[in-house]
């Protein structure tokens, strides 16, 4: 929904909101925020408010370190899980320079570079998720712990599946914030879930990615448990997901770019590979359990990085599932776009579809398709040496990604 200043004005001080967070992310996506009291909001508005960004992720050093957060009002949302009297709401904000220029390594602003490009190429994208993550046991002291809160299968159902409530109450909090939750349930691994995102213009899908990590842990928080969103948080057992759903349609004419877009996203596939994957952790989950490890495409086949659901008309997609929940979803959504892009502009070809098991295929099937980074310090070299990535990101943030 769309708010203008006036109108969020009027409804912090009609819907008795005490405290206003103004969140925004650090260069690995990790939500932040700062709360300001209803007598600030303007000034918030108007000037921004300061904040040390010397201890931030990839917000640079003591030198230079103030900078300024001003709300976007359009991403106004009330805090459910906090009390009614004495609301708490919360917006996303982008990043500027004491002079008022924009911050750099503002990667909201970067999606929304991203988003501006594709209008002026002539395309409109759709992005969705489906998030993975993990229901821990807290031990005596309120730690997290390792143990899973059930040893439940794929899909299984309550009394196996004893994170229904949970999700549950993620989801109906979602829906209070603005945010449509598609579908939810049991994952594979014991304590696993899975929740998926409805489809939305790229910026609002990352703000909803963001969010729904922040609310899921909050949530699960409250029913004294702990949500993991680490790429492989258990060894034994299948890792975390954020399979990426993009749509793409050209704003005139017929034609259909998804074939020359994906052959676009495949060529930059390795290069992408840091900022879909950012941790050591993540390539320990690629190559198994329906994580890919090969740069190749199929219709619904869930062991290649790319594939195409069995659907029809608005709900047509591509799903890549090479991406992790420690992504940024800013960044990966802005590169995706642009490698899309680039696809588009060259009429690239789409090789032939990988129809076959990749996790039990022979050499012989495997010859000739390139594979995903096979560790962190293999995707920071491919990307520290891609003219797409230096093209698109500022140095200070991929020095951040290479440290």
Same mark, same amino acid.
């Given at each position: ?13 009609? +819907?008795?909101? =005490?405290?206003?967070?103004?969140? !925004?992310?650090?260069?690995?996506? =990790?939500? =932040? ?11 918030? !508005? ?45 917006? !996303? ?13 503002? @990667?909201?602003?970067? &999606? ?32 997290? @712990?390792?143990?899973?809160?059930? /040893? ?14 949970? /999700? ?80 793409? /349609? ?6 259909? *770019? ?20 950012? @941790? ?8 198994? @359990? ?12 869930? $062991?290649? &990085? ?13 799903? &890549? ?7 940024? *979803? ?11 892009? +680039?696809?588009? $502009? ?5 090789? *032939? ?23 962190? /310090? ?8 891609? +003219? ?16």
């Amino acid at each position: 929904m769309e708010y203008s200043i006036d109108e969020v004005m009027q409804f912090v001080q009609e +819907e008795d909101v =005490k405290f206003i967070r103004l969140a !925004f992310c650090d260069v690995f996506g =990790k939500q =932040k925020n700062i709360s300001i009291v209803p007598q600030q909001l303007r000034r918030a !508005f108007e000037h921004g408010i300061a904040i040390d960004a010397s201890a931030i992720a990839g917000f640079g050093g003591d030198v230079r370190s103030d900078l300024f957060l001003k709300p976007d009002p359009n991403t106004l949302a009330i805090l459910p899980w906090r009390p009614e009297h004495g609301r708490v709401v919360r917006m !996303f904000c982008s990043i500027a320079n004491p002079d008022g220029s924009r911050f750099a390594s503002d @990667t909201r602003a970067i &999606l929304k570079d991203a988003i501006a490009s594709a209008k002026e190429a002539g395309y409109e994208f759709g992005f969705g998720a489906e998030m993975e993550f993990y229901l821990f046991k807290l031990g005596e002291d309120g730690e997290p @712990t390792d143990i899973p809160h059930d /040893r439940a299968r794929y899909m299984d159902i309550a009394p196996d599946d004893k994170g229904e409530n949970v /999700r549950r109450e993620i989801c109906l909090s979602l829906e209070l914030m603005g945010i449509e939750p598609e579908s939810s349930h049991h994952e594979e691994g014991p304590g696993q879930n899975e929740i998926a995102i409805r489809y939305s213009d790229p910026l609002s899908a990352a703000d909803s990615i963001v969010t729904f990590v922040g609310a899921a842990k909050t949530i699960a928080h409250r029913n004294g448990l702990c949500a993991s969103f680490d790429p492989k948080p258990l060894p034994y057992a299948p890792g975390n997901g954020m399979h990426i759903n993009m749509s793409i /349609r050209a704003i005139e004419g017929a034609d259909d *770019p998804m074939p020359s877009a994906m052959a676009g996203i495949l060529a930059k596939a390795r290069e992408l590979a840091l900022f879909m994957n950012p @941790t050591q952790e993540s390539y320990q989950r690629l190559g198994s @359990t329906k994580a890919p490890h090969l740069v190749s495409w199929s219709r619904e086949n869930r $062991s290649q &990085l790319i594939r195409i659901p069995a659907a029809n008309g608005e709900f047509s997609r591509m799903e &890549l599932r090479s991406p992790d929940p420690g992504a940024n *979803p800013y960044l990966a959504m802005a590169l995706l776009i642009h490698a899309a892009l +680039e696809g588009i $502009s060259a009429d690239a070809e789409l090789p *032939p579809a990988a129809d076959f098991d990749a996790y039990s295929a022979s050499a012989e099937q495997l010859a000739g398709y390139e594979s995903l980074p096979g560790s962190l /310090r293999e995707a920071v070299e491919e990307a520290l040496g891609s +003219e797409f990535i230096a093209k698109h990101l500022p140095a200070s943030l991929l020095e951040s990604y290479s440290a």
